[in-house]
């Protein structure tokens, strides 16, 4: 598949990068011509210096060939006007663009229709604002993906000292089997799939796939108190901070949010009813006691300022927030940072990567959940009737090493397998794979994990 | 600097070179030459020494080749292509001497087609053939042939192909750098292919269209006989040669698009233009500056002056005529020929006319900041601005080779050759054009130079073909540094 990519920032090069590395043909189109001539010499793409806005060099980058046309330039309006370039030079290319001001989400629709027919407009703040939320659901969890419209949950659950499981094997597990299937350990640096005889260490952090309605038998296991989402302080009243804000205040949920400016609170308290907008400074200890704020279930940090939200969150540990989730702009910052004891790291950019990618490789591949660092994936599809591996007992299918069923779904049931289990046609599979599997996995499922 | 990863690559180019000798084995069995056995213990040694290195490396991630070890390969894959491809020369005895070999070898690689052989016809036919191959290989580089092959080069590939592509700008034809690799060749192979056809059927033997198609699309120069091009004195074969030997020395990514549907992009691009457009004009002063004194007919002069003249500005080297014995004015547009090269992109040597176009307009820039000193004025070759980046690194290439020039010349004297030859030897070497002036002229060859000064010259050629940078860096001890 070919696909041109407009704008060699963070998140267009992550994109080309894991795209290039997929096999996949991909143009990088940039008017930087540092920005290019360091892509070119980084990972296998094509890239050319030019503006994405020109329809002629969007021809040089070959869109007439292309199948899809991701637009992710830091400019909503380049963005767009490289998709309506793109739809009126070729009929049937894919686009997607990354909007990111609000006043032109609100009418997203336009964008979809014969003008412009955008097939997918991805806006980073709103999808990091719902990554947020699906953590909430589950406080307990570092990390929550959704798989099968929610049918199946993905949880990161970092294993306490003081836990059961330590120093279990994961055969032992004989009660819980059909409940819950560790797919992933990230020790360290190491990321493990594991087999039956790997134990489990304290200060683990596993990846779990199970059922919405067995996450509180989960966590009952793991020793984890669930004590639901009680209170949330919001620092930084930015339009990330006020969206989160505003979902809550739906939700009824105790939410406090702290802003520095005295003329943005009021334009905060306007817009919400519930939520107690506070104006100080975030990096106040004395402020952050007095106001109670630190000792909250979840202490989310979103100013715009990322080292600074680095250190608040760790103030805010420090004074008793149970959780923090703390917003990154720079990808680069997020193995750092969880090395330092920041719990959950979100990113705009890093949502908007995830997005795109999900969708360039739908088709058989339904969902893909990159997991920490990138080095494990979470790959959500369906099994074809054409392929060898339906109809044989898991046990007997020769699967890589680094590779892991983590539950099959068909219809409304939903199976985390055994090795008697069996594959189905039409059966959604979810598989936990290193990346170095990926290509083990292609050919096992004959179709190609590509856009067919 | 992972010297198991270069060590393991340098294998892998060692098989491949291994197994492009069973080529001349081939055509040393059909003319049964006696050169067999001396050609399959070269294949022995070449690409068992290179299944060795293979093995007794760890298998690594080359996907995250460094710019560093990116030259560091190409340096020393061509250095040691160089040595096993002499291997032929020595065991059959053709060549006496290891310095004289190891020269004719990175000759043959460099493309540059400067010969030490003296009775070229005496030869056994399989090494005549390994002789040609080797140009043939050296043209459009084993290193991009084994980026064309070997898809798991994919991203290192590009510090590879960046090292070893003989243009200032790198341009990827296709998103997969193994794709771009492959295309070349392609194209390479097709034009090599029409060259063998159209030659052979205009009567010359197989063999001799086979080698000399194998010497003219790598501007390479070599010649199975000892007068060049000159013993034939066939004007059909001269026409041929001379209209292939301008193709060889065009931008292969204009032949591509022009193959793929794309007629008008010869008369598009700006450097072509320039490129034609000054052969013409050469093509022509020295046509009229040799009427007359040597050639007494008009077709005559033009003849030998549009062979000779694309032959040098292309780096090629093959010879039709005793330019020494032409006047002054031509022997000069000759000489600076040598350094003004063909197009960037092709698989000629020397400076290349994109870098002379932007050269002479950054000149034309300073004098136009003199007169208007607030000026700010973007260099552009055809609409396009040519980044700061890329004309400082022209700078620096040009300081470099007349630098590097200037310093063999020195040596070169100091070893005891005369004037003209000192200069035409190095300008003839650095340029990968092949026979100079003096001594080294179109009727004589390098046997004479003394082995020191053969050394030179082959070092002169590899920094020619790899565009000084991939090599002279290794002698930077920044570059050691950690």
Redesign the interface.
């Given at each position: 598949m070919k696909i041109i990519i407009v704008g060699a920032g963070e998140v267009g090069f992550n994109i080309a990068q894991r795209l290039s590395e997929e096999n996949h043909d991909v143009v990088v189109v940039d008017k930087d011509y540092n920005k290019i001539n360091h892509i070119q010499s980084v990972i296998d793409v094509q890239a050319i210096v030019g503006s994405g806005t020109s329809p002629s060099v969007l021809t040089e980058a070959g869109i007439r060939e292309s199948d899809i046309i991701v637009a992710a330039t830091d400019s909503d309006e380049a963005n767009l006007i490289a998709c309506f370039y793109a739809q009126h030079l070729t009929d049937y290319i894919t686009k997607i663009a990354r909007v990111r001001n609000p006043d032109y989400m609100e009418h997203g629709d336009f964008f979809k229709r014969e003008f412009l027919n955008i097939d997918l407009i991805i806006n980073p703040q709103s999808e990091m604002v719902n990554s947020m939320l699906r953590l909430m659901e589950i406080p307990e969890a570092s990390e929550v993906i959704d798989f099968v419209n929610g049918k199946v949950k993905l949880i990161g659950v970092t294993i306490k000292e003081d836990s059961p499981l330590v120093g279990r094997k994961l055969s032992s597990f004989q009660n819980i089997e059909e409940v819950l299937l560790v797919g992933v350990i990230v020790r360290g640096e190491e990321v493990i799939i594991p087999g039956g005889q790997d134990t489990i260490q304290p200060n683990d952090l596993l990846y779990c796939v199970t059922r919405p309605e067995e996450i509180s038998t989960i966590f009952r296991l793991l020793n984890v108190r669930e004590t639901g989402l009680g209170r949330v302080a919001i620092v930084g009243g930015g339009t990330t901070g006020l969206a989160l804000a505003t979902s809550l205040d739906k939700r009824n949920i105790n939410t406090k949010i702290i802003e520095r400016d005295s003329q943005r609170c009021l334009e905060l308290a306007e817009k919400l009813e519930k939520v107690v907008v506070l104006n100080g400074d975030g990096t106040d200890r004395e402020f952050l006691i007095e106001e109670n704020v630190a000792d909250v279930d979840i202490m989310v940090v979103m100013t715009g300022d990322e080292e600074t939200n680095v250190l608040i969150s760790l103030l805010g540990k420090a004074l008793g927030a149970k959780k923090t989730v703390t917003r990154i702009g720079k990808l680069s910052y997020i193995p750092l940072v969880s090395a330092i004891g920041i719990d959950t790291v979100v990113s705009q950019r890093l949502s908007a990567i995830r997005a795109i990618l999900q969708y360039i490789r739908k088709g058989k591949v339904v969902c893909v959940a990159p997991l920490k660092a990138e080095v494990a994936e979470v790959i959500e599809f369906e099994a074809l009737e054409t392929s060898d591996i339906v109809n044989t007992p898991l046990s007997k299918v020769k699967f890589p090493k680094e590779a892991i069923v983590g539950a099959i779904v068909r219809g409304e049931e939903i199976i985390i397998p055994r090795g008697h289990n069996m594959i189905k046609p039409h059966d959604h599979l979810i598989i936990f794979a290193l990346k170095g599997a990926i290509p083990k996995l292609e050919k096992l499922f004959t179709v190609k994990l590509e856009y067919f | 600097m992972r010297f198991q990863q270069i060590l393991r690559f340098i294998g892998i180019l060692n098989v491949f070179l291994g197994l492009s000798m069973l080529a001349p084995l081939v055509v040393s069995l059909i003319y049964s030459d006696g050169s067999t056995s001396s050609i399959l213990q070269s294949f022995i040694i070449t690409s068992g020494g290179g299944l060795i290195l293979f093995f007794i490396t760890r298998s690594g991630d080359y996907s995250s080749l460094s710019?560093r070890e990116g030259v560091a390969i190409v340096t020393f894959g061509w250095l040691s292509a160089g040595f096993f491809g002499c291997l032929p020369f020595v065991l059959s005895g053709s060549i006496g001497s290891l310095t004289d070999a190891f020269f004719e070898s990175v000759s043959g690689f460099t493309t540059t087609g400067a010969s030490i052989l003296t009775d070229i016809e005496s030869l056994p036919r399989g090494i005549l053939f390994w002789r040609s191959l080797t140009q043939w290989l050296g043209g459009m580089g084993i290193i991009v042939l084994s980026i064309a092959i070997l898809p798991f080069l994919?991203?290192g590939?590009?510090?590879l192909y960046?090292a070893e592509i003989p243009s200032p700008v790198?341009d990827?034809?296709?998103?997969?750098?193994s794709?771009t690799a492959k295309i070349l060749w392609k194209v390479y192979v097709l034009i090599t292919l029409i060259e063998i056809g159209l030659l052979f059927v205009g009567g010359m033997s197989l063999f001799d269209s086979i080698c000399h198609g194998f010497c003219t699309m790598p501007t390479g120069g070599f010649s199975p006989h000892s007068a060049s091009i000159a013993y034939y004195n066939n004007a059909y074969f001269e026409g041929v040669i001379t209209v292939f030997m301008l193709l060889a020395g065009v931008n292969f990514a204009l032949h591509f698009k022009f193959l793929r549907g794309d007629v008008k992009v010869f008369g598009r691009d700006p450097e072509c233009r320039v490129f034609i457009f000054a052969l013409a004009l050469l093509i022509v002063l020295v046509t009229f500056n040799i009427y007359g004194t040597a050639y007494h007919s008009i077709a005559g002069a033009f003849r030998r002056a549009a062979f000779q003249v694309t032959s040098i500005i292309t780096t090629t080297g093959f010879v039709t005529s005793d330019y020494a014995q032409w006047p002054a004015l031509s022997q000069i547009i000759l000489f600076l020929c040598m350094f003004a090269g063909a197009m960037a992109g092709s698989t000629g040597g020397a400076i290349k006319t994109m870098r002379i176009i932007l050269l002479i307009k950054y000149g034309f820039r300073e004098l136009f900041r003199l007169a208007h000193p607030h000026a700010v004025r973007s260099i552009k070759l055809g609409r396009k601005p040519v980044?700061e980046?890329v004309l400082s690194s022209i700078w620096g290439f040009f300081i470099l080779y007349v630098g590097l020039f200037i310093l063999a010349v020195i040596i070169m004297s100091a070893l005891g050759l005369d004037v003209i030859t000192s200069f035409a030897s190095v300008a003839a070497t650095i340029g990968n054009v092949g026979p100079g002036f003096g001594l080294v002229g179109p009727t004589g060859n390098y046997l004479a130079v003394p082995d020191l000064g053969k050394w030179v010259l082959t070092f002169c050629m590899l920094l020619g073909r790899l565009e000084i940078f991939t090599v002279i860096i290794l002698l930077a001890p920044a570059y050691w540094r950690k």
């Open positions: - | 710019q994919g991203v590939g590009m510090q960046r790198v990827k034809l296709q998103p997969r750098i794709e980044p980046e």
